[in-house]
């Protein structure tokens, strides 16, 4: 009697588990971005972090969330020099930022960014990339934009406070199927947002005030 046996190979992939990494005392941001990986959920402690932030495209699904202490302080960054050579040229000029993110679904929330007077930065945040969340964010007094979108899509900017920039509020360039909303923009030297050629982008329920602008749409946008 031939016994037939079949033997059945179960190919079993182990997911690592996704951690929660924490940073404190204004120390190890960006070498806790750099070692992390997808699903990671980055906790910042309350204090100043003096270093810019850059969240290449290979990271993905990665979240930021300050923590607040007792008194309702949140987290700072202070960045004293942008990103110089990870910069986006945009029409010849470098464009860099304290916090520039090329990496897809990253999420940054509850964190205060501030200008430093001798940083390299040109603006407070710039996005390169889809998917990503800026939430509850305090976004303070840098000589251009305060957040960024350029050439992407499907971004959330909400529940973020953002005054005292030289230049614009938020800037959409080239970037469609973004939403605005929720957000607090006020005392900025320029348009509280700003849209050259982009279109498609939801805006909405924002507190605009005391902006040289409002919202300014030209350049071919449409449909926002």
Do not use: W
């Not at 941001?29 to 699903?39: P, V």
């Not at 360039?173 to 973004?178: D, G, L, P, R």
């Amino acid at each position: 009697m031939i016994k037939n046996f079949i033997f059945i190979i179960c190919l079993i992939t182990v997911i690592a588990q996704a951690d929660v990494i924490t940073v404190e005392n204004g120390k190890g941001l960006q070498k806790a971005i750099e070692d992390s990986k997808e699903g990671d959920e980055i906790k910042i402690g309350v204090g100043d972090y003096v270093e810019s932030i850059f969240i290449d495209k290979d990271k993905k699904n990665i979240s930021l969330i300050g923590i607040s202490n007792s008194e309702n302080i949140k987290p700072t960054i202070h960045a004293t020099s942008g990103t110089p050579g990870d910069a986006i040229i945009i029409n010849g000029a470098s464009q860099d930022a304290s916090i520039l993110i090329k990496g897809c679904n990253i999420t940054v929330k509850n964190l205060a960014i501030k200008y430093e007077y001798n940083s390299l930065s040109n603006n407070d945040i710039l996005i390169a990339s889809n998917g990503n969340s800026l939430l509850d964010n305090d976004i303070i007094g840098y000589p251009e934009s305060g957040i960024f979108l350029y050439r992407c899509s499907k971004n959330i900017i909400s529940g973020n406070r953002i005054f005292k920039n030289s230049e614009r509020g938020i800037l959409l360039q080239e970037s469609a199927e973004n939403i605005i909303h929720c957000n607090k923009i006020y005392d900025n030297s320029g348009h509280g947002i700003y849209l050259p050629r982009a279109s498609n982008n939801k805006i909405e329920s924002n507190d605009i005030y005391s902006n040289l602008g409002g919202v300014v749409i030209e350049n071919g946008s449409n449909s926002n």
